[in-house]
């Protein structure tokens, strides 16, 4: 059978509604003729840089409505982006650029001290700033008209068991489909806008710009999260959906405090991990209409969402599945379970990963007969609602961002001073987990010398916030590590 094809997105979205608002960017609206238009014109240039149907792209950009046009540039020539976290460091940087092969990077000027330290490692790295990339001369570029739904569209790193983070390979029909899924569950009004204050990095930020495309429907997007320009946004732009990690959902609240959003706002989505029974109580109290969602990178954004009529009822669920895809819960030996027993959540559906880049060999470590092994552990009641019990068993999930503990425990023992170390996550009011470092240390060492170690080598979230010194780090017969014992010790 053919694979099969749809029409480019940014191509037929201006064809059929052209002058409708496609972003609306510090103060200005772009429709999505315009959006075609000066895509078109990058991807003349990206083409002229060398840029090849099939080739990964790396990008280190903010949130901005250039960054949305490189994106969409990239969709154009069939170019595949490498979204780069913009708050990874140099060394962390360099690492998914190797593991990548991306040979070109587009970023911007507020990142050239980081640029030029990765640079200077990788010769074969070609640079591309956003400020001077219209300085190239423009020729027209060879466009898609038609994309592949099994061609991919994006990678995305995420954090691996082994602390190494794997490129995760997100098609167009793994997008075109979580849009699908989300259209059914949350339904497409005339007139629906969805604000984007998250990354354009993260699948939570790309997934708004990829349903502006679908669904013809405004993105209201922020360089950042700042509350107040929110709540503004929401009222003036007559905002419908805004996508919030549990954090920026508590700040909300409280920058809100006796007021209440329009009518106009539909649907607040809450992913990034489970949300803290006061911060849902809250929104009820507040009529704020709180969407729970379960979803990763390997999901390109939500597969499970629990409905606001289930708010109460349901509460500390993540709902059902969407409608294309599908869950359920499985033993050791990958055998389902009943209702209430807990297992590890598998997941199947088209808006599911097909694997990691340039790691075909680990096929069969991710997924058992077509079905995605989250290692997140739940179990579903009696009328199939999952309730999550345990993130991928050790990972910390801090203001939405995944932090895998092994990678902080790897920049530790480098250090010459230490001889082992052990890292968990605590609660944290602000940030919902926070890491924390136990260290068994050779010499004099200090909390603070710990810590500005790690500065160097790992993104500012993922530092550990209280550096314990031990006589002893747990571990089995095995020299597996003891989280629980870790825990115990706190």
């Known amino acids: 059978m053919n694979n099969q094809t749809i029409p480019n997105l940014i191509i037929k979205r201006s064809y059929l509604t052209p002058n409708r608002v496609a972003i609306?960017?510090?103060?200005?609206?772009?429709?999505?003729?315009?959006?075609?238009?000066?895509?078109?014109?990058?991807?003349?240039?990206?083409?002229?840089?060398?840029v090849h149907k099939g080739d990964y792209v790396a990008c280190l950009l903010k949130n901005h409505v250039d960054t949305a046009v490189f994106l969409v540039s990239l969709q154009l020539i069939g170019g595949i982006a490498v979204l780069l976290n913009n708050r990874l460091?140099?060394?962390?940087?360099?690492?998914?650029?190797?593991?990548?092969?991306?040979?070109?990077?587009?970023?911007?000027?507020?990142?050239?001290?980081?640029?030029?330290?990765?640079e200077t490692r990788l010769e074969s790295l070609t640079t591309v700033w956003k400020e001077t990339v219209d300085a190239v001369p423009f020729e027209e570029p060879t466009i898609l008209e038609e994309i592949d739904l099994e061609a991919v569209c994006t990678v995305m790193y995420t954090s691996g068991t082994t602390g190494n983070p794997k490129g995760v390979l997100q098609t167009y029909g793994n997008?075109?489909?979580?849009?699908?899924?989300?259209?059914?569950?949350?339904?497409?009004?005339?007139?629906?806008?969805?604000?984007?204050?998250?990354?354009?990095?993260?699948?939570?930020?790309?997934?708004?710009?990829?349903?502006?495309?679908?669904?013809?429907?405004?993105?209201?997007?922020h360089d950042s999260f700042q509350p107040d320009k929110v709540i503004e946004s929401i009222k003036s732009e007559k905002v419908t959906i805004m996508s919030v990690v549990t954090t920026m959902m508590s700040r909300l609240l409280e920058a809100l405090g006796d007021e209440k959003l329009p009518d106009t706002f539909r649907c607040m989505l809450l992913g990034g991990g489970p949300?803290?029974?006061?911060?849902?109580?809250?929104?009820?109290?507040?009529?704020i209409p709180i969407y729970q969602t379960y979803g990763m990178t390997e999901t390109s954004s939500q597969i499970v969402t629990l409905s606001p009529e289930y708010s109460i009822?349901?509460?500390?669920?993540?709902?059902?599945?969407?409608?294309?895809?599908?869950?359920?819960?499985?033993?050791?030996?990958?055998?389902?379970?009943?209702?209430?027993?807990?297992g590890e959540i598998l997941v199947k559906g088209q808006n599911v990963t097909k694997g990691y880049l340039h790691r075909d060999h680990d096929y069969e470590q991710y997924f058992l007969d077509g079905w995605f092994k989250t290692?997140?552990?739940?179990?579903?009641?009696?009328?199939?609602?999952?309730?999550?019990?345990?993130?991928?068993?050790?990972?910390?999930?801090?203001?939405g961002e995944n932090i895998y503990p092994a990678e902080i425990e790897g920049v530790i023992t480098s250090h010459p001073s230490i001889e082992d170390a052990g890292v968990i996550g605590i609660e944290d009011e602000k940030w919902g987990q926070v890491p924390v470092a136990f260290v068994l240390k050779r010499g004099e060492l200090t909390e603070e010398e710990v810590i500005e170690f790690c500065r160097?080598?790992?993104?500012?979230?993922?530092?550990?916030?209280?550096?314990?010194?031990?006589?002893?780090?747990?571990?089995?017969?095995?020299?597996?590590?003891?989280?629980?014992?870790?825990?115990?010790?706190i």
């Open 175 to 221: 997008h075109w489909w979580s849009a699908t899924g989300s259209a059914f569950n949350l339904g497409v009004y005339e007139g629906d806008s969805w604000l984007c204050a998250v990354p354009l990095f993260h699948i939570s930020g790309y997934s708004i710009l990829m349903r502006s495309l679908i669904y013809g429907m405004k993105m209201v997007l």
């Open 375 to 399: 290692g997140d552990i739940g179990y579903v009641d009696k009328d199939g609602f999952l309730f999550v019990q345990d993130r991928r068993s050790d990972l910390i999930i801090s203001g």
């Open 24 to 50: 609306h960017f510090d103060n200005r609206d772009y429709t999505f003729k315009e959006l075609f238009e000066l895509a078109l014109r990058k991807a003349g240039y990206l083409q002229k840089l060398g």
């Open 313 to 342: 009822e349901k509460l500390g669920s993540a709902g059902k599945p969407l409608f294309p895809s599908r869950l359920k819960i499985v033993d050791s030996d990958g055998v389902e379970v009943a209702a209430y027993q807990s």
């Open 275 to 287: 949300a803290p029974l006061p911060v849902l109580e809250k929104c009820v109290e507040r009529n």
């Open 456 to 489: 160097g080598n790992l993104a500012n979230y993922k530092l550990p916030k209280k550096v314990y010194f031990v006589d002893q780090i747990p571990r089995n017969a095995s020299r597996k590590l003891l989280r629980r014992v870790l825990r115990e010790m």
């Open 89 to 118: 460091t140099a060394e962390e940087l360099k690492w998914q650029l190797t593991d990548s092969k991306a040979n070109l990077l587009i970023t911007e000027k507020v990142f050239v001290d980081k640029v030029h330290e990765v």
